[in-house]
């Protein structure tokens, strides 16, 4: 089963950027579609945006599109999301995932990692 490490969380100004990192653990990176979801206080987890196995195809939640941008590099088995325009709504933590599809439901993935907090201050 893939290991999923999220890192690069943290407290940023409203319009400020952070970048999200997710290392996998494993040879079969490129089997896997990625997804990034988020999970804020009081409130069920959502879907942000997820990337193909092959990095050709992504797509994103109406909320941050414009804003995060998702990519994958498979020589480091790596999958980030670009964060800019931060909002205050964005303040959450995020979860990387491992699924068969770039799906929005977080029920097609079956690899999680632990998540990373990201605030956003006002």
């Known amino acids: 089963q893939v290991q999923l490490v999220e890192s690069g969380g943290g407290l940023v100004q409203a319009g400020g950027s952070l970048r999200l990192s997710c290392a996998t653990s494993g040879r079969t990176f490129s089997l896997y579609a990625m997804g990034w979801f988020r999970q804020a206080p009081g409130k069920e987890r959502e879907f942000v945006a997820t990337?193909?196995?092959?990095?050709?195809?992504?797509y994103y939640a109406d909320s941050v599109k414009g804003r995060f941008t998702i990519s994958r590099d498979s020589a480091k088995n790596t999958v980030y999301l670009q964060m800019n325009s931060l909002k205050p709504d964005d303040t959450a933590v995020y979860y990387c995932?491992?699924?068969?599809?770039?799906?929005?439901?977080?029920?097609?993935?079956?690899?999680w990692g632990q998540g990373t907090q990201v605030t956003v201050s006002s």
């Open positions: 990337i193909s196995g092959s990095g050709r195809s992504t």
């Open positions: 995932a491992a699924g068969g599809s770039a799906a929005t439901d977080a029920k097609a993935y079956g690899g």
